[in-house]
């Protein structure tokens, strides 16, 4: 059974940093796309990043790029999204996601990565 768990959210101040984790099982994170969705209270539940499953690239929506970074741990097979330089907005519930797909990730929508965590809250505020 694929399993995702989120870890690491919280309530921090503009600026700061926060280091979100994605403990997966039940499958091997290599052999997946991975994603960062966030979904902000009455807004669409939004990519932030996400890894190739074929050739394991990552990308970032804009809004992120340069402050927020994702890692995976092969060994222990999790991903973290380490997000420096919060901003107000980048309040969210964040989740990580995972499903085979051939195509560049980015080209997905949310609701076509079928595995999903419970989300974890960030909370920033100014």
């Known amino acids: 059974e694929v399993q995702l768990v989120e870890s690491g959210g919280g309530s921090v101040q503009a600026g700061a940093s926060l280091r979100l984790s994605c403990a997966a099982s039940g499958f091997s994170i290599g052999a997946y796309a991975i994603g960062w969705f966030r979904q902000a209270p009455g807004k669409e539940r939004e990519r932030v990043s996400c890894i190739n499953e074929s050739d394991r690239k990552i990308s970032y929506i804009d809004s992120v790029k340069g402050r927020f970074t994702v890692s995976v741990d092969s060994a222990k097979n999790m991903v973290y999204l380490q997000m420096n330089s919060l901003k107000p907005e980048d309040t969210a519930v964040y989740f990580c996601?995972?499903?085979?797909?051939?195509?560049?990730?980015?080209?997905?929508?949310?609701?076509?990565?079928?595995?999903w965590g419970q989300g974890t809250q960030v909370t920033v505020s100014s």
């Open positions: 996601a995972a499903e085979r797909l051939a195509l560049t990730c980015s080209l997905y929508r949310a609701d076509e990565f079928g595995n």
